[in-house]
């Protein structure tokens, strides 16, 4: 029998007596691989951070991000609503500097009037709860002192806080967009209020311009590969620039497939528009209307709860998931049904709040709406289906990996030895076959008929040493609706 070997020459270059033994493990290795999730955060860091700009670091605590990005920044916050998730995952940040001519938002709390008793004054700053003891006969100004104190003594506050006659103004940290996204707010949960007397005027934080560039962070990932990404910019450079990267990744000559996760604030029809403008199947951007928690700590989280669920099982609906970190919006700024199935056909993920006021994961859409020639595709809706494909593209090509290293092709019905490495295209389908009855089993992919009907494997009739394949896996679908029709009888 003709047998191919490894490493043990052949009989005409050995002579040397002896029992020589050479080990393969190109069948150790049974069953589907499930791919190991890494998870990638892009944000700005202070100038207080050790961390390098534009330099990967791991991060696996709120100390050490504080450390690395310094406290208060917006990464900072980014990793705590990450690791109120999931803290077994890998998570890599790549943080990046302000924008030098950007400018930072500001707010203002604005207090009036003396307080008539003593009271507590409960504030959330950008979901930060802030409480200050309010004394009976407390003027505007002593309360703006004591309220500004209290905001910069919170070590993980994003805003710094100055008080002058009975106002404070409020800066957010870092230079951008983001500032804007910062929430405040009094008497966010039931019971709370004003100490008696005291009034107080919001101005909500804007001005904030100059989202950082980008560019260069993503090119300093190289060939990193990230399944998740959270993404704290909506502008449509940042958007553009992303988006270009993710396409890169997707395609075969690099397959290190990467979906980004990014939240925007703002009004029904605001979010729409953002949502008309992109058409990516990589990238999925959540809604985060009247929030506590900054947007970027939404699209952070919101990451999360996709990674740790799409590496368990990619193909189970990423939906009625509770959020850990991030706040709800206060019942009366919360989006209608309504509202929220537009959205969904605006290419915005939505997200709900339960009896209990927790924020949940309603559905993950992403942003693709239509195809190259601009006719409706609803092929890349979900974020799940992204995820379905990535497990079965790198189950398939590791496997063959694996199995066939260094083989040789040869055409049907060549009488080779049964020791050889040798494979031909009927040998290959039928491990397709074999393939997609293991993702059957999972729960991936159904319909294998139409897999069997369809599958092909042929050499290329240019090049002998290439064999072409075409797998058309019929993926599992998630159940989303359940449409009843009750016919009732007197």
Request: some cysteine; proline content about 4%.
């Amino acid at each position: 029998m003709a047998m191919s070997f490894n490493t043990i020459p052949g009989p005409g270059t050995l002579r040397k007596p002896g029992v020589y033994g050479e080990i393969d493990n190109s069948k150790a290795v049974g069953g589907p691989q499930a791919v190991t999730y890494r998870r990638l955060l892009i944000g700005q860091k202070l100038a207080a951070g050790s961390a390098a700009a534009e330099q990967l670091v791991r991060v696996t605590s709120e100390a050490q991000a504080d450390a690395l990005f310094g406290a208060g920044s917006m990464l900072a916050g980014m990793v705590r609503a990450v690791l109120a998730q999931d803290t077994f995952t890998e998570l890599q940040v790549m943080p990046v500097a302000d924008n030098a001519e950007g400018v930072a938002a500001t707010g203002a709390l604005a207090f009036g009037a003396v307080a008539t008793e003593a009271g507590t004054l409960h504030l959330m700053i950008a979901g930060r709860r802030v409480n200050v003891g309010v004394p009976n006969g407390g003027t505007p100004a002593s309360v703006a002192t004591a309220v500004a104190a209290a905001i910069n003594a919170a070590i993980d506050m994003p805003v710094t806080a100055t008080a002058t006659t009975g106002t404070v103004t409020v800066t957010a940290r870092h230079k951008g967009e983001a500032g804007n996204t910062l929430d405040l707010r009094v008497n966010y949960y039931d019971g709370q209020a004003l100490p008696a007397g005291l009034t107080l005027t919001i101005t909500v934080l804007s001005g904030g311009t100059g989202n950082p560039d980008i560019t260069d962070a993503l090119a300093a990932l190289g060939d990193e590969w990230f399944q998740v990404l959270g993404m704290p910019y909506t502008d449509a450079a940042s958007l553009a620039a992303l988006e270009t990267e993710l396409a890169s990744r997707f395609g075969w000559s690099r397959e290190i497939e990467m979906h980004a996760f990014a939240a925007a604030r703002g009004t029904q029809g605001t979010l729409g528009t953002l949502g008309d403008s992109r058409n990516s199947q990589h990238l999925t951007i959540v809604m985060a209307n009247s929030e506590p928690m900054p947007a970027y700590e939404k699209a952070a989280e919101t990451m999360a709860i996709a990674a740790y669920y799409a590496a368990i099982d990619p193909a189970r609906p990423i939906q009625n998931l509770g959020y850990a970190w991030c706040l709800p919006p206060a019942a009366a700024d919360r989006f209608t049904n309504e509202e929220r199935n537009l959205l969904l056909f605006d290419g915005i993920a939505t997200t709900k709040v339960d009896a209990g006021g927790v924020m949940r994961v309603e559905r993950l859409i992403t942003t693709y709406k239509t195809n190259s020639a601009g006719g409706n595709d609803t092929s890349y809706l979900d974020s799940e289906t992204l995820f379905t494909l990535m497990f079965i593209r790198h189950d398939w090509r590791d496997y063959i990996l694996r199995k066939y290293p260094r083989h040789k092709l040869a055409n049907d019905g060549t009488r080779y030895g049964s020791g050889q490495a040798v494979v031909t295209p009927v040998v290959m389908k039928a491990e397709a076959l074999a393939k997609f009855r293991e993702w059957e089993d999972l729960g991936l992919v159904e319909n294998i008929d139409d897999f069997k009907a369809n599958l092909v494997a042929e050499r290329n009739a240019s090049d002998p040493n290439r064999l072409d394949m075409l797998l058309p896996p019929d993926l599992v679908n998630q159940l989303r609706i359940i449409a009843n029709k009750v016919q009732f009888r007197l």
